[in-house]
């Protein structure tokens, strides 16, 4: 890799850059390890007093910052240093990357009435169904399943052994990590009169809207008779579980290890802690943040953030406060009686 | 697809059919959406209104409001809607679906000495090892993996990529989504004297009973010495983990993500929440229902509904309430000491 | 198989052998149903009164029941039974094991830029891409992934369907169960001015340790800049989430359905319980403990054992608690009001 010049990073990306335009940059790395060859950035607070101290070929800097200059005598000041280091990492992971080469591997089933564009690429023992489409720029990776007429819009990312059921249909540039599963299943069962479960045939599909990211080994289920929805720019973390007739707003994160019941509807812009569960057939409004291993048992009407989990504390304190935690009704009683007593005592008003 | 015309629906599933019987319903769809052409069914309370307004052409309806008609005319009364709907769900769907081809596809990769039936099908890129058996009816999607001397009952469904290790037994009409792992290894380590974990072989086996289904990513580990047991009829959703030596009695249900640790026992037509965690060497009677996200950490005796989550409030209030509730064992002691001092207050007998 | 004497077995594993040395065992079995020609062992105080009847050929005791024997007269005293049934256990599986048989399966898919050991085993469907090293003795499962650069090293166990992303590392014998996603991308975004996710090019890489064991469809996260860490002996249960650049110290074990967020750091010799979620930026001492279902979201500078998880109650207790949890301020105000109307009547000191 022969790196980029600062005046490449900034005639691209923008930002005001002071000092050596013409100094070349091979990578990024954190502002803790980075060299004279390195360019890093500065977001978090506490990270300040490295500044002085990096010896980082150069550092993208926030605004607030305009005048203070690393050694390097190098930086790129703007607006949002974070958002400037993604777009910067991206550039620099597609200069690593080899060119896009479509192509077939011999080794791929590829129904013959399946609709592959010649601009595709599909890997080992990838098998797409029949009725399937796959758009221009797709990559499919080895050992994914692509069921019968699902829709794979330009420019995905299939990693190897993820898969998409029958029907589902993903839109421009999702990326699915490996193991992600679109289009089980939803858990339907009715019950008959001795108790047993009759399944529910799950034919709803899966639809996910431009630039979604699922994680690796995440699930998101079919609709049951309507369909399961995820909006345009979702990203969606590691094992994750979006059950049927779940509707999910655009531009919305779920932290790992969620937990969507059924018929759920989350909104736009919110952001779902990591180990959140969320019952069925509620709604969550438009920017709601809630907190880790939170249980949403109603729906959340108001943006704004929102916890529910239990303290940690010693294991000792834990189990004589989890003990009271038991009584806190009767506790709340006797606070009453006692207050009722007192007041009981105040015969003349004491003022 | 022709349809099925209401005299045919009710000859075969039963109810009392009021109206056009041979009125044709060509699919079924929600009541909010359902046309002239579907058939639909009320099951909840709340969508009670719609079926004054539902297009549908005919509605599947609970006896209690046998005299009430949608526009259309044409009603089923049955004792259960809901069950109704999952056993005609389930023959719109078989209509739908071509008819069961058996046969290998020819890049499966299958023993010699596994003893595969005529009548099952194997689909591409599926290993089955030696002593395997997969009896008649099967599917094994793609990409999936039967290890030696698995034992796979009449009728099961492997989803693609869905695997079954070595000896672990499926009876008749299971169903395994994309990704289900039956018989990984039990998370069994002793501690050396230095303190490094030293496996323990895990050389029992995962059993299931007949229906059983296993949702998309969800792992049931084989046992230890003993065998991991799913009784007949159990439902298990996406991302749950059944740990080593779990049985797991008839007909419960687990939704997801829940988490079931070593040598639990679950009794039979239990419900467990999702995001439930139980803990190990426990059990749990029949009929039991665990609320979402709770903790089981003592056996629980009784049938009932058991809960324990914190309860999701503003953070700001979390924040105030969980601090006190890192306190609560002495807001008990207070409470104490102000009961005993009113009552050292109280020297005449009050009445 | 044809079994071990007992005095093979000491000979090799240790301790005190009483009774019948050329007594033949053929497998081991729970106390409970062993037979006379199965050993077994007692480790856990409630199964003691077993010990009087159990049938079992021998049995493992801990020293401090010298003098006590079994029926069958047979018994090997150590220190650490549960240890001793550990080794024992792996004897017997790999007598029941074929030898191991290098080889690659014709199917195998592998760049010949890989370095592949000639003492490696390669499954049907596996794929190795170019520059990926495989050390002797590796076991690559049918349908695996290893992606370009990644190195596996000697006397690693990959079971069918587990895979490794690009550059990853895996030290010595480590064993990934079915579905285990070892470098996924980490879940990094930016976002930009209209809220929409701007991916982070994730391009660190994952490091595990010598004798590292990954539970079933468990996914550890590529680091985003640095690398993601996983210390020697490290234990990881199944469904088990390890986000981008988290450091996990030596011969620390997480049970199932642990998520782990973002450069989180957790000590050496920890154990967290199934369930537990750890939030991102927080370190976590050597010898901590974390109860199941526990939120850890600040940091845990002491050894020791910590929890937090609401207790489980019946649902309407349990109703009444967390309506009142809501209100536990507001109730500590209360009793501080009573305390200082009490303290106000108090006016004489009342010693």
Same mark, same amino acid.
């Given at each position: 890799?022969?790196?980029?010049?600062?005046?490449?990073?900034?005639?691209?990306?923008?930002?005001?850059?002071?000092?050596?335009?013409?100094?070349?940059?091979?990578?990024?790395?954190? !502002?803790?390890?980075?060299?004279?060859?390195?360019?890093?950035?500065?977001?978090?607070?506490k990270?300040?007093?490295?500044?002085a101290?990096?010896?980082?070929?150069?550092?993208?800097?926030?605004?607030?910052?305009?005048?203070?200059?690393?050694?390097?005598?190098?930086?790129?000041?703007?607006?949002?240093?974070?958002?400037?280091?993604?777009?910067?990492?991206q550039?620099?992971?597609?200069?690593?990357?080899?060119?896009?080469?479509?192509?077939r591997?011999h080794?791929?089933?590829?129904?013959p009435?399946?609709?592959?564009?010649?601009?595709?690429?599909?890997?080992?023992f990838?098998?797409?169904?029949?009725?399937?489409?796959?758009?221009?720029?797709?990559?499919?990776?080895?050992?994914?399943f692509?069921?019968?007429?699902?829709?794979?819009?330009?420019?995905?990312?299939?990693?190897p052994?993820?898969? &998409?059921?029958?029907?589902?249909?993903?839109?421009?540039?999702?990326?699915?990590?490996?193991?992600?599963?679109?289009?089980?299943?939803?858990?339907?069962?009715?019950r008959?009169?001795?108790?047993?479960?009759?399944?529910?045939?799950?034919?709803? !599909?899966?639809?996910?809207?431009?630039?979604?990211?699922?994680?690796?080994?995440?699930?998101?289920?079919r609709?049951?008779?309507?369909?399961?929805?995820?909006?345009?720019?979702?990203?969606?973390?590691n094992?994750?579980?979006?059950?049927?007739?779940?509707?999910?707003?655009?531009?919305?994160?779920?932290?790992?290890?969620?937990?969507?019941?059924?018929?759920?509807?989350i909104?736009?812009?919110?952001?779902?802690?990591?180990?959140?569960?969320?019952?069925?057939?509620?709604?969550?409004?438009?920017?709601? &943040?809630?907190?880790?291993?939170?249980?949403?048992?109603?729906?959340?009407?108001?943006?704004?953030?929102?916890?529910?989990?239990?303290?940690?504390d010693?294991?000792?304190?834990?189990?004589?406060?989890?003990?009271?935690?038991?009584?806190?009704?009767?506790?709340?009683?006797?606070?009453?009686?006692?207050?009722?007593?007192?007041?009981?005592?105040?015969?003349?008003?004491?003022?």
């Amino acid at each position: 890799m022969d790196g980029l010049t600062l005046e490449q990073i900034a005639a691209r990306l923008g930002g005001e850059l002071v000092g050596d335009g013409q100094a070349v940059v091979q990578r990024l790395r954190p !502002i803790a390890t980075a060299t004279a060859s390195d360019i890093t950035f500065l977001n978090r607070d506490k990270l300040r007093p490295l500044l002085a101290e990096t010896a980082a070929g150069a550092v993208i800097l926030p605004e607030s910052l305009r005048g203070i200059l690393p050694k390097s005598g190098n930086a790129i000041y703007t607006r949002d240093p974070y958002l400037y280091y993604a777009h910067l990492s991206q550039w620099f992971w597609q200069l690593g990357q080899p060119a896009f080469q479509p192509g077939r591997h011999h080794t791929a089933q590829i129904d013959p009435a399946a609709r592959v564009s010649p601009d595709a690429r599909i890997e080992a023992f990838a098998v797409i169904e029949a009725g399937a489409e796959i758009a221009q720029g797709v990559h499919i990776g080895a050992g994914c399943f692509v069921g019968r007429d699902a829709v794979i819009g330009p420019g995905c990312i299939l990693h190897p052994r993820s898969s &998409v059921g029958w029907g589902c249909r993903l839109g421009a540039r999702c990326v699915l990590q490996s193991g992600a599963v679109i289009g089980s299943d939803g858990f339907g069962y009715a019950r008959d009169a001795s108790g047993a479960g009759v399944k529910i045939a799950q034919v709803g !599909i899966a639809v996910l809207g431009d630039d979604v990211e699922v994680g690796a080994n995440s699930t998101i289920d079919r609709g049951a008779l309507d369909n399961t929805e995820i909006g345009v720019g979702v990203k969606i973390d590691n094992l994750v579980q979006i059950a049927h007739n779940v509707r999910i707003g655009a531009h919305t994160a779920l932290a790992g290890c969620v937990g969507v019941s059924g018929s759920a509807e989350i909104g736009a812009y919110c952001f779902i802690g990591g180990g959140v569960g969320i019952a069925g057939h509620l709604s969550i409004a438009d920017g709601v &943040v809630i907190g880790g291993m939170s249980l949403v048992s109603r729906s959340v009407r108001q943006p704004g953030m929102y916890t529910g989990a239990f303290p940690l504390d010693t294991h000792a304190n834990w189990e004589r406060n989890a003990a009271t935690v038991r009584q806190l009704h009767q506790l709340r009683d006797r606070i009453r009686h006692l207050e009722q007593y007192i007041e009981s005592l105040k015969i003349e008003p004491s003022t």
